[in-house]
């Protein structure tokens, strides 16, 4: 049975170095046509006591397609609850992603997140990406510095950011308020991001306090979950004045 938490299998040379430094590392599997180019992840590894596996094809212990010759099994991170998150940030300024199912681009998020200096984010394990290899090698480490709530379901999750004293705004191309005029995101804040071509799920729209918008040329009919995503942490960002600064995971 997997430990509970997320990251319990690291691949691609900047997400483990992330992992590694972190101290989550519990076994490096490395492949042994890579040995040379990866001898400084080598030496990291044997400074920091870490069990080296030399292998000839790491594909076989791969989730992804290009595991750029190392895989590693970790101790995962923990997650932590919705409260906590708020409470991690003053003021806290979280992303929710509503059923976002591609691994790749939760872990995309997860990066524009981490760089714009956004405290948190919240998916569910209910149709909902799991944050394990290809989600952790679309970071590129960033996943190691960001606090994570997992839910049963993001409906309630909305629910408890509102009783939190946390303002909700779901993203959508119909919002009724551009995203870029929203003067509350300087506010506690979490922005809910739809899922891939479904948008915003019914219950999670009706439950956020505002709908915003990403104005568009009309010959664009909607952004790929991350990049809305990515404008509107560094939109959150700009409206308080630089990156936002929330503490790491």
Known sequence: ??????????????????????????????????????????????????????????????????????????RPRPTVTVEALV???????????????????????????????????????????????????????????????????IADAVDRLKRSGVWTVGLDSDGDSNLFDLGLLAEPVAVVVGAEGGGLSRLVRERVDTVASIPMSPQVESLNASVAASLAAFEVARVRGGTVGGPPG
């Not at 790749?104 to 997860?110: D, L, T, V």
């Not at 996943?143 to 049963?152: D, G, I, Q, T, W």
Request: glycine share 10%; net charge negative; aromatic share 2%.
């Open 1 to 74: 049975m997997a430990r509970p938490g997320i990251g319990g299998s690291v691949e691609g040379l900047h997400a483990v170095v992330a992992a590694l430094a972190a101290g989550r590392v519990e076994i490096l599997h490395i492949e042994g046509s890579r040995r040379d180019a990866l001898s400084e992840l080598v030496a990291d590894a044997r400074t920091s006591g870490t069990e080296i596996r030399f292998v000839d094809d790491v594909g076989t212990l791969a989730s992804t397609s290009a595991p750029q010759g190392v895989v590693a099994r970790c």
């Open 87 to 153: 409470a991690a940030a003053d003021p806290p300024a979280l992303l929710v992603l509503d059923h976002i199912e591609d691994p790749r681009n939760a872990g995309a998020i997860a990066r524009s997140i981490v760089a714009a200096g956004m405290s948190g984010m919240v998916l569910s394990s209910h149709r909902g990406a799991p944050l394990e290899a290809t989600a952790f090698k679309a970071a590129a480490g960033a996943l190691e510095h960001l606090s994570v709530a997992v839910v049963s379901s």
